[in-house]
């Protein structure tokens, strides 16, 4: 009987996404990967915090400042644990991290559910609470968590599953035990590259999953990238969230590794789709050098606050593959072009241009299940950030080679009477007296 219930109640926890009481809602910060690989030190990243300070761009919300690879040296200490690299932090991980918070962040680390980082430094299989007592004695409260050197099934004889539920046990045995620490439990962000459709169970064991390989700093990459996500995007709420990969805003003429070619309008897309597909935002360039531009794009509020909203956690959607494409096509050089859904401001609409020239785009309101039909409604640029006005029905838009808009509508009262087709639908559309008006 008492395996019986154990069985039930284990069957109940294992449906259920983790809510541990953090990591509600997408992570927005900096990561060292995409600009530094492994050639960094602590003044150069203290350089690169300070940087998001002066931005304005923590306070627009990038409150975590991580650690990607290559932090450590290659082997452990007598102990088993890990060495931080004294070369690269000779104040030690303890300060580092103080310091960090000393301006506002909150810090976090990396490390790899098999033997070794994809870096070749120490992994945390067979280490993993060792490692996170650690990470949390250094003051890290957010742990990124890789897939490489991973020991054979005849080992583990567990699935990619069970290699992060190791850590995810280890999370919470630290978080259960007595003192508690005043530490708040890990994030645990999952890095195993969507080989295993993680945004299925991932949301278990994790506040984040990666869903693709990694980005590139041009835009077949970010098209790519899109193109996964948009058959993916119900996938994603509160507490966890497909991660769509570290950005890449920014990387452009030699900056970020490798250095990128994204135009304006290429980023702003790639910012865009991001922000609204409920994505972690992880600044991967160098802000030292960025150019108004890249600091616009990533402290756009009227975006920041739809990633961030705290009432409607689900991401946008496709309605209408448009394009080339037909509907639930793969194509992974034309994504999805139109997608919608809900906000606490109002309803949210995308339209992506992956075209390689400029294009007039169109849809109606009644495409999108957030909008209430035989309604009006105003139509805010989240780009251009000005009220343009009124909208029935249709929305035209001119989308630049590889651009965005992003509309943001409120509802604005009845549309005038008479307006045809009396249905957004044409099926079953009836008169009041139950004579069909279409069929
Ligand atoms: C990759 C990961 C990257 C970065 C890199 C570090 O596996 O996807 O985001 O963390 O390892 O070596």
Known sequence: MRSQVLCILGAAISVAALNNGVGKLPALGYNTWNVFQCDYNETVLLAQAKSVVKHGLLKAGYEWFMLDDCYSLKNRSAKGEIIADPAKFPSGMKAFTSQLKSLGFK????????????????????????????????????LKYDNCYIPFD???????????????????????????????????????????????????????????????????????????????????????????????VGNVGGIGTPSGNLTFDEAKTHFTAWALLKSPLLIGTDLTQATAETVAILGNEDILRINQDPNVGEALAPFRWGGNAAD??????????????????????????????????????????AVRAGRVYEVYDLWSHTRNGTVAREVKVTVPAHGVSALLLSDKGPEKAGMEPYCAGWWQCTWANGTYYSN
């Open 154 to 248: 005849n080992i583990t004889q567990e699935n990619v599953y069970g290699r992060y539920e190791r850590m995810r046990a280890a999370i919470e045995e630290a978080a259960s035990t007595k003192p508690r620490s005043s530490a708040p439990p890990m994030q645990l962000a999952l890095c195993e590259w969507g080989w295993q459709q993680p945004w299925i169970w991932a949301s278990r064991l994790g506040q984040s999953w990666r869903s693709t390989g990694d980005i590139r700093p041009w835009w077949s990459a970010l098209a790519s990238i899109i193109n996964s996500a948009s058959f993916i995007a119900s996938h994603t709420n509160f507490y966890g969230r497909t991660d769509l990969d570290m950005l890449e």
């Open 328 to 369: 639930w096509t793969f194509d992974a050089r034309r994504p999805a072009s139109y997608w919608t859904g809900n906000s606490s401001y109002g309803v949210v609409f995308m339209a992506i241009n992956s075209e390689d020239e400029v294009k007039e785009m169109a849809f109606n309101l009644t495409e999108s299940w």
């Open 107 to 142: 810090a976090g680390i990396y490390s790899d559910s098999g033997y070794k980082t994809c870096g070749g430094f120490p992994g945390s299989y067979g280490h993993e609470a060792q490692d996170l007592a650690t990470f949390t004695s250094w003051g890290f409260t957010y």
